[in-house]
């Protein structure tokens, strides 16, 4: 592992396991209208689109543990990003919702924001959370900020863009864009990374390609990012297909169909950790890299009331809540 991603290990796992219990009730004080306190255990039900849920996981289920008479369980599913809103607005636009929590990534956020599809947590709930912003590092309360007031960010890391490989492949991890690309065109179909809409690791190489090689406006992609199309135009030449997502990408690192990916800290030591990819893989930052960060969030999608709002922003914190964040 790169020396860059050991650092990485505990900011992640602290903070995405802290912040999702404090999401789930530890701060809850006043009640609006439409949220009740449960009168039987409610089942929630959990949509993950940016694979924090790797992360999250454990807290969510240390909350029903410690609150039976509020969760009886959480159900947890996976959709690509790019599909969730449609199915968000179709169920609001019949009056049912049967999704209570999103986690995801800028992605989901943002084209939940623009289709008005998220409960505005921090505005209609600011008195359940409490001075929440100012508990954030400045790098990440600019990440919250982008949320406006309509999710909670729950998972932050100073992302990439990195390359990760395999070593006894690549002898020379690629420095500059101008040397991936060399190695992509020496090596093709070797090199791979997932669709942009559905995959932050994509995403993150994409947003720091402007700076690394020097655009017009690197935050502009319409007008300021003339290198960065044409570099991505010439990169596509070796690149067998862009798969719908970064596991499946891990997926092929990790058995050898390919060699080299673009990675994020993340992304780098989740599929580590989980033997996805092998452990003696290897990961690298580009040379005079302008570091992307990246988020993930918790969203409430609009439509959520009564008993099960209750659950998710709870009115009165039941017995031993307060303590999960400790215990975890």
Not at 221 to 248: F, H, M, Q, R
Not at 278 to 298: C, H, I, R, S
């Amino acid at each position: 592992m790169h020396p860059i991603m050991i650092a990485r290990r505990g900011l992640l796992s602290a903070a995405a396991l802290g912040t999702a219990t404090l999401a789930l009730g530890a701060l809850a004080l006043g009640q609006p209208a439409f949220a009740q306190a449960p009168k039987s255990p409610q089942v929630i039900n959990v949509v993950d689109v940016g694979g924090a849920l790797a992360l999250l996981q454990d807290a969510i289920e240390a909350y029903k543990a410690k609150n039976p008479s509020y969760v009886s369980r959480f159900t947890f599913t996976k959709a690509p990003a790019p599909e969730l809103p449609g199915k968000l607005k179709a169920m609001q636009s019949a009056g049912r919702s049967d999704i209570e929590l999103v986690l995801g990534g800028l992605d989901i956020l943002s084209a939940g924001i623009e289709q008005n599809l998220w409960e505005p947590v921090l505005t209609n709930h600011a008195a359940k959370f409490p001075g929440v912003k100012d508990n954030y590092l400045e790098p990440a309360r600019k990440m919250q900020e982008l949320a406006k007031d309509q999710a909670l960010a729950v998972v932050f890391m100073p992302a990439g863009p990195l390359v990760e490989y395999n070593p006894a492949k690549v002898k020379e991890p690629p420095a500059t864009p101008a040397a991936l690309l060399a190695w992509c065109k020496a090596n093709p179909g070797k090199f791979v990374y997932a669709r942009p809409a559905n995959s932050g690791p994509a995403r993150t190489f994409m947003m720091g390609l402007p700076y690394m090689l020097g655009d017009k406006d690197p935050k502009d992609p319409v007008n300021g990012w003339d290198k960065t199309w044409a570099y991505l135009k010439e990169l596509n030449s070796c690149i067998e297909y862009y798969p719908t997502g970064t596991g499946i990408v891990m997926k092929e690192l990790g058995e050898g169909t390919r060699d080299m990916t673009i990675t994020v800290s993340g992304w780098d030591i989740n599929p580590r950790a989980l033997g996805v990819v092998p452990k003696e893989y290897k990961a690298a930052p580009f040379d005079n890299l302008t570091w992307v960060n990246d988020t993930q969030y918790l969203m409430v999608p609009k439509g959520v009331t009564g008993e099960k709002l209750g659950v998710v922003l709870p009115d009165e914190v039941p017995a031993r809540a307060g303590a999960a964040s400790d215990d975890l």
